[in-house]
């Protein structure tokens, strides 16, 4: 199959900061690519780098693939390619083979369909406020928590906070990026245990200390999240929930089929992608809530600006983009 190849850059603002132990930024840059069959099909994705270090080496290689393209040739060329632009191109190659078919609609929109992430700078009075509007919609709400921002002196007095403000309506994940020491760890787990509101526990220790992780997700549901990006092989061997960013996946098509089968344990997350990239967020998560975990994703709804990128037509955002 003989393709053509075109791409265009996009850069926004998000509505505020978005912060965590390892790093904080306010705009997002990427690509948005389009390839078009010669039985004229179209098939879009997107190239959105969570780290802004990955932009350049993005840039270069994109720049390597040609207009004129023959599948194969592309599919061979892309292998040693930064894994945001493998991500992108399978995900234009599954829409044209038909492999994805996303619906006119998804239903992420109200307050307890996706998690609600903590104002770290003040996290009782967010969830004070959190808990107001649950009152009134009187269903399950998922907040998330990132940690390892403080000195866990202050972070252990918060989450004492916390624990004695929720209560069965709200679920609780925590996050400490990658952050802590296995000492804090294990205190944390110790502490949160036996807790019916506790999700997991996200990425607690550095991304290289798998053993450590197994050790922790003896004793309290561990999500890992960096670690999968690194150590990709993690997806078909860790026994625990897993965070995935079909964005930062070489190929989404293997997180679409793992849903398809139903494995269990899988939590979908955004990494602020536009209208193209969140087509299959919002796809793989409504596959997720049917499985036999369901669980509320992460898609930061309230951290996009309003624009033409975050539509839900495709070929709109291209031809204004
Ligand atoms: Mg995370």
Redesign the pocket.
């Known amino acids: 199959m003989n393709l053509i190849f075109k791409k265009k850059s996009y850069s926004f603002k998000l509505s505020t900061k978005v912060e965590n132990s390892k790093t904080s930024f306010l705009a997002k840059s990427g690509w948005i690519i389009k390839l078009t069959s010669n039985d004229k099909k179209i098939g879009f994705g997107e190239v959105s780098p969570l780290h802004k270090e990955d932009l350049k080496k993005c840039a270069k290689q994109l720049n390597m693939i040609p207009e004129y393209v023959e599948v194969f040739n592309l599919s061979e060329q892309i292998n040693i390619f930064h894994p945001c632009i493998q991500s992108a191109i399978n995900s234009a190659l599954a829409e044209i083979n038909g492999k994805i078919i996303f619906k006119g609609k998804y239903d992420f929109d109200e307050i307890d369909k996706t998690t609600i992430l903590l104002n770290p700078e003040d996290v009782i009075a967010d969830l004070n406020e959190i808990k107001k509007r649950q009152s009134n919609i009187g269903k399950l709400v998922t907040v998330k928590w990132k940690v390892a921002l403080k000195n866990n002196h202050d972070e252990e007095a918060i989450l004492e906070e916390i624990l004695s403000q929720i209560d069965n309506n709200i679920k609780l994940r925590i ?1 400490a ?1 990658g952050s802590w020491r296995r000492e804090i760890a294990n205190r944390w787990a110790d502490i949160l245990k036996d807790n019916k509101n506790i999700d997991w526990l ?2 607690p220790l550095n991304v290289d200390d798998i053993d450590g992780l197994t050790e922790l997700n003896k004793k309290i549901p561990i999500a890992l ?2 670690s999968l990006l690194k150590f990709p092989n993690l997806i078909d061997e860790w026994k625990g929930w897993q ?1 995935r960013r079909p964005s930062q996946e070489t190929n989404p098509v293997k997180l679409l089929r793992e849903l398809e089968n139903k494995k269990a344990y899988i939590s979908i ?1 955004t990494s602020f992608e536009t209208g193209i990239g969140k087509r299959w967020l919002y796809h793989l998560s409504s596959l997720q809530l049917q499985g036999p975990t369901p669980k509320v994703p992460g898609l930061a709804m309230n951290k996009f600006p309003h624009s033409f990128l975050f539509l839900n037509e495709s070929k709109k955002i291209w031809d204004q983009l």
């Open positions: 996050d990026n996200e990425q999240d960096e965070i997350s």
